[in-house]
Nanobody, 120 residues
Framework: QVQLVESGGGLVQAGGSLRLSCAAS????????MAWYRQAPGKQRELVAM???????NYADPVKGRFTISRDNGKNTVYLQMNVLKPEDTAVYYC??????????????WGQGTQVTVSS
């Protein structure tokens, strides 16, 4: 079983910054990719940023230049540094990891979500 635990959400004023963390634990052979998604009220969950095992990072257009995804492979942890936050960034942010574990290859796991609220 693999668990993802997120932290770092909260309330911030527009223009401020937050840093989200997501740590994966459990029986893990390898993590193929890690990503951050978000879901605002009444909207579908959307990809925010992805960090692949090949080392490349991809970002959704609305966050390019403001958000930075990074990972610590030794800690099985992915981070999302969010700068110049806007009210439209308000959402529940979810961590996602594609993991190889005993008997389960290429399976997606999700964190419980962390609320980010940006006030104007």
């Amino acid at each position: 079983q693999v668990q993802l635990v997120e932290s770092g959400g909260g309330l911030v004023q527009a223009g401020g910054s937050l840093r989200l963390s997501c740590a994966a634990s459990g029986m893990i052979f390898s993590i193929n990719a890690m990503a951050w998604y978000r879901q605002a009220p009444g909207k579908q969950r959307e990809l925010v940023a992805m960090f692949t095992n090949s080392g490349s990072a991809n970002y959704a257009d609305p966050v390019k230049g403001r958000f930075t995804i990074s990972r610590d492979n030794g800690k099985n942890t992915v981070y999302l540094q969010m700068n110049v936050l806007k009210p439209e960034d308000t959402a529940v942010y979810y961590c996602n990891a594609n993991v190889d574990s005993p008997g389960r290859f290429g399976r997606d796991y999700w964190g419980q979500g962390t609320q980010v609220t940006v006030s104007s």
